[in-house]
């Protein structure tokens, strides 16, 4: 994706209903959307593992995600 590019990549996500509903369930304890929390959740897990620059300067996905 080029740098520029500021829309976001849709991917089909399959997931257990067991895991759905604990999602659900804790995007509900966040005030975020379903996919709003995974969204978060993997950016923390790329943070984590690439530090906390791995997505660029302008990224700040936990403003984007709580406003939505």
Request: aromatic share 8%; hydrophobic share 30%; with cysteine.
């Amino acid at each position: 994706m080029e740098k520029n590019d500021k829309s976001k990549k849709q991917v089909p996500l399959r997931l257990s209903p067991t895991l759905y509903a604990k999602l659900a369930s804790w995007a509900d304890d966040d005030f975020r959307s379903v996919n709003g929390q995974i969204e978060y959740l993997l950016t923390e897990c790329v943070k984590k593992r690439y530090g906390k620059n791995a997505l660029g300067e302008d990224v700040d996905v936990e403003s984007k995600i709580d406003n939505q």
